[in-house]
């Protein structure tokens, strides 16, 4: 069988402040990883890095890094070679293991022998909701937690500037179709799983539109929503997504882009059948933002 992209590990982006990007992903819950050459951060636990910032003038989406399994990149190298994919050196300010592509917009696109960290075994969340009542003589309210700490990057949107000429590369990288609106927005997942690990907004130019964070509670994610909202990043939310059902709160980065907490999202087998939907973006819930599907992103070609 022909090799495929396992999930997405992790995405890079440069930032004209990296003090401000600090300051940030910490604030969201993320944590910074140690030794990082550039800035990185991570989930808590997390065995790798899962963001890194780098210094340039303008905010721009630089790479994702999508995993492929153990012992199969070389022959996902020929193969890609095979198809009049051209596999290029690495750009210079990276290091990262693996193979070096771009995408049609030019993206820098990394894959390397790795699986996407699946978070931290958390504790079961019992909550008594219709005819299940598990929780019995433990009063939830004791144990709220005090702030969001992220457990699992559960997917990355992009905006792109040919939805389908993005759809086609990406497939061929083994992403397969979760659901569509139009040629206006597709999700894609790699494996059964989540809904989707990856996505595309039509757009002018390319650009990060958000990343999205699962954490362990709808109370954590409420209780990280207040927390942003005390330090100056009031985000959209509490709603539920129409595609992919998921529960979400979305605040805006420095920079334009969204960074996103999540729980709560469809599970999909290999069974699942892709659909054209024209669904909300939110079932109910405030109302999107201003500026939520605006690309802000440069279109300034940045030499990493
Ligand atoms: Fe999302």
Known sequence: MRPTVNGVLKYGMTVPSLAEADVFYRTFGLSPVEGARTLGFACEGAATEQVELLEAR????????????????????????????????????????????????????????????????????????????????????????????????????????????????????????SDRTGQILSFWHARPGDHHTFGFVQSTHPGLHHSSWEVGSLDMLMVGRELMDQKGHPGWGLGRHGLGSNLFTYFPDPWGSWIEYFIDIDQISENWEPHDYDAPTSMWGPRMPQGFVVNSESTERIEL
């Open 58 to 177: 303008h905010k721009r989406i630089a790479y994702v890094s999508f995993g492929v399994d153990e012992g199969r990149l070389t022959e996902f190298g020929r193969d890609l070679e095979s198809r009049g994919v051209v596999l290029k050196d690495p750009p210079r300010s990276i290091e990262a293991p693996g193979l070096w592509l771009q995408d049609p917009d030019g993206m820098w696109v990394n894959l390397r022998e790795a699986r996407p960290d699946p978070g931290r075994p958390l504790p079961v969340v019992e909550m008594n909701v219709g005819t299940a009542k598990p929780r019995v003589d433990v009063a939830a309210w004791r144990n709220m937690p005090e702030k969001a700490v992220p457990n699992r990057l559960g997917h990355v949107l992009l905006y792109v500037s040919d939805l389908a000429a993005s759809e086609r590369f990406y497939s061929g990288l083994g992403f397969r179709l």
